[in-house]
């Protein structure tokens, strides 16, 4: 059939299985914005407050289910507002595609209004970027964009169309949705290999992070865990894949990290890494990290293998297929010395202090978890509370704690919780913020209210920007510059302006009855919660130190 460009992109979404995007309008993309009207029965679209607001909303969208988010922009300004988002998905392996119009190709290079070449400015944060100049070809790249941001190690890829492309016709054929290539099995010597190290290891570990979640590797790693007694822990993007009540499970590693999963790591013969990347929040001092250890890489990323820290032999594949494949050469084993260490040493975790009087950050994010329940979706921005909800929120599934690992974006967690909404109405969807960040991103108030939403907005308010204060009190003594930025804004009445509601509270007992308040309302809504400016994350790590350098006070 003859369609317009414009009309192509929103068939091969259709094809693709994208239903839903997150986009703004504007003139480069009026045409593909008209088409949209045309299909507004098959593709929803979700306007946000922000650019850069959508990006995060696609993100989001892909975290929480595993398919692959769009989002759609304008030339200009638009397409530089996804800038962020597009790092974000980046550095967490999430599959993204970006759509952005641009001028029309007889313009391109003349400087001309709201013209940037986002495909160079893009260039270092995304898998692959196009500029297709010819309409003929738009499908096809299309659907590579598709295959691409879900191929192996998933990312974001970009598309810029411009806009007289989107109004050209050419001739279009349906396809379905694009395959997805399985990597192949390592050899199964090498996968035997590391089976005989598993086997034979007095004091193994099992460090894994995020592309257990990407290949959908739970149950099987899970069932490793368990088959040979091997205690595990996780980076902030492997939080929920193994439940806090499991015994096996030690929990997150790392700068803040526990006591116990950190001297576990340093004490063990065998550390076994599974869909991680060694990254300087964990492995802090890379030559001192697991240094009695030797470490098997197992991740379906090659340019990862002793990128940061050496691995004496690696698996390259899908994580989950090599664990399945590994698993009935696993002997079942006890551990039983190794775990009594383990054990002794959990006695001297580092154990916040309850209050009844004030609001403690960790009885906040407990009684999230409490209340909430175990199929709620958490989203977090990024600073203190976005380490106390990763301690704290004990999620037992994959793909319900959202949050920016990689690249630590404030102003991520609003519109991620927007995404995740839109995908899992049937879901709860909370939103812990901390004061500073939610400047950042306040204004996907209006999303939340526009769409009906009812996502729960937590904001630990210290008045302060937290974490770099938290660096300011321990490595410069205390020079408090520009961290308390002495901001008066009264988060109920902003509610009250963008029409939900807002409430304010100062206990543990009026936060409780708020939140099972906001529960039952199942309507949009702040909760604002007063802390002392003075709390710190704990334990931590200070950069470049080990176990040995812990701070817990
Ligand atoms: C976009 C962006 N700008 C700056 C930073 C640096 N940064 C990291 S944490 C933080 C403070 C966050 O403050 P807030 O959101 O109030 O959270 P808190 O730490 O107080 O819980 C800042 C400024 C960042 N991560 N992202």
């Excluded at 001028?103 to 400015?121: N, P």
């Excluded at 902030?236 to 997150?252: E, F, Q």
């Excluded at 008045?463 to 408090?480: C, D, E, I, K, N």
């Excluded at 009250?496 to 009026?510: D, I, K, N, W, Y």
Aim: charged share 20%; with cysteine; net charge negative.
């Amino acid at each position: 059939m003859l369609l317009t460009g414009a009309e192509i992109i929103a068939e091969v979404l259709i094809e693709q299985g994208a239903t839903t995007i997150f986009g703004y309008p504007g003139g480069a993309v009026l045409n593909i914005y008209d088409a949209l009207y045309e299909y507004r029965d098959k593709i929803r679209h979700i306007m946000t407050a922000h650019e850069e607001g959508a990006s995060h909303a696609a993100d989001g969208y892909a975290r929480s289910t595993g398919k692959t988010g769009v989002v759609l922009a304008t030339s200009g300004p638009g397409a530089t507002n996804l800038v962020t988002g597009i790092a974000t998905a980046y550095m967490d392996s999430v599959p993204l595609v970006a759509l952005t119009g641009n001028v029309g190709t007889s313009l391109i290079g003349r400087d001309s209004f709201q013209e940037v070449y986002i495909a160079g400015i893009t260039m270092p944060i995304t898998k692959h970027n196009f500029v297709v100049r010819d309409v003929t070809q738009l499908a096809d790249v299309l659907r590579d964009a598709f295959r691409i941001a879900q191929t192996g190690r998933c990312g974001p890829v970009l598309v810029d169309i411009p806009k007289d492309v989107t109004a050209a016709k050419t001739e279009f054929e349906p396809l379905g949705p694009v395959v997805i290539p399985q990597p192949a099995l390592p050899a199964a010597d090498d996968i035997r290999r590391a089976a005989n190290d598993i086997n034979q290891a007095a004091r193994p570990i099992i460090y894994f992070g995020g592309g257990v979640v990407s290949s959908g590797a739970e149950v099987v790693l899970a069932d490793l865990i368990h088959t040979a007694n091997i205690p595990a822990c996780h980076t902030i993007m492997g939080t929920g894949v193994i439940g806090d009540s499991d015994p096996l499970n030690l929990g997150m590693v790392g700068m803040h990290g526990c006591f116990t999963t950190n001297k576990a790591i340093d004490e063990s013969d065998l550390v076994i890494a599974i869909g991680t990347r060694f990254s300087d929040r964990v492995a802090l001092n890379t030559t001192a990290f697991a240094k009695h250890a030797k470490i098997i890489h197992i991740d379906i990323d090659p340019s990862e293998i002793s990128k940061n820290v050496i691995a004496h032999a690696s698996l390259i594949g899908d994580v989950g297929a090599i664990l399945a494949a590994m698993l009935p050469m696993i002997a079942p084993a006890e551990h039983t010395e190794w775990r009594e260490r383990i054990t002794k040493w959990q006695t001297e975790d580092y154990v916040p202090e309850d209050s009844s009087e004030v609001l403690r950050p960790h009885q906040i994010v407990s009684t999230i978890a409490r209340l909430a329940g175990e199929d709620a979706i958490i989203a977090t921005d990024v600073g203190q509370h976005q380490m106390w909800a990763a301690q704290y929120c004990e999620r037992t599934q994959p793909r319900s704690f959202l949050t920016s690992g990689g690249l630590g974006t404030m102003g991520f967690g609003y519109g991620a919780a927007i995404g995740a909404k839109i995908a899992n109405p049937d879901r709860r969807v909370v939103h812990i913020t901390g004061d500073g960040s939610f400047h950042m991103n306040l204004n996907e108030a209006c999303t939340v209210v526009s769409y009906d939403l009812p996502i729960i907005t937590v904001i630990v308010n210290n008045t302060v920007l937290g974490m770099v204060r938290q660096w300011q009190t321990v490595f410069y003594g205390g020079r408090y510059s520009s961290t308390s930025p002495e901001r008066k804004t009264d988060f109920a009445k902003v509610a009250e302006g963008f029409g939900l509601s807002g409430v304010c509270v100062r206990t543990p007992a009026e936060f409780e009855k708020a939140f099972t308040q906001a529960l039952a309302d199942n309507k949009p809504i702040w909760i604002e919660c007063l802390i002392d400016k003075d709390e710190k994350v704990l334990p931590m790590i200070p950069a470049g130190g080990t176990v040995r350098d812990m701070i817990t006070k």
